[in-house]
Nanobody
Framework: QVQLVESGGGLVQAGDSLRLPCAASGRTFSNYAMGWFRQAPGKERDFVSGINWRGDRTHYADSVKGRFTISRDNAKNTVTLQMNNLKPEDTAVYHC????????????????WGQGTQVTVSS
């Protein structure tokens, strides 16, 4: 019931900021918890952040806590990952995802996925 398209990726330098919006289509967007995952070349997919369907509860991986902020605007059918103080180790393909269970860090708990956007952070 949800189609997701993320964008906003690019090449930045360490310490820079980047904003990744994810546009959703579908009548039931507001009923889903949303998450962001990332996958670097040769590595497994890692959980980055999650937000519940109301947008009043958030969850972050320790590696990004204090630097990244997830938010959503159900009226506009968007979820956004604001990334500050980027580090080279943040380099990865970032995917937004929709699921039914807030707080899940397992990608299998999410039912819908965007195509991904590349984030590259140089030193």
């Amino acid at each position: 019931q949800v189609q997701l398209v993320e964008s906003g990726g690019g090449l930045v330098q360490a310490g820079d900021s980047l904003r990744l919006p994810c546009a959703a289509s579908g009548r039931t967007f507001s009923n889903y918890a949303m998450g962001w995952f990332r996958q670097a070349p040769g590595k497994e997919r890692d959980f980055v952040s999650g937000i519940n369907w109301r947008g009043d509860r958030t969850h972050y991986a320790d590696s990004v806590k204090g630097r990244f902020t997830i938010s959503r605007d159900n009226a506009k059918n968007t979820v956004t990952l604001q990334m500050n103080n980027l580090k080279p180790e943040d380099t990865a393909v970032y995917h937004c995802a929709a699921g039914r269970a807030f707080g899940a860090t397992d990608g299998a708990s999410y039912n819908y996925w965007g195509q991904g956007t590349q984030v590259t952070v140089s030193s």
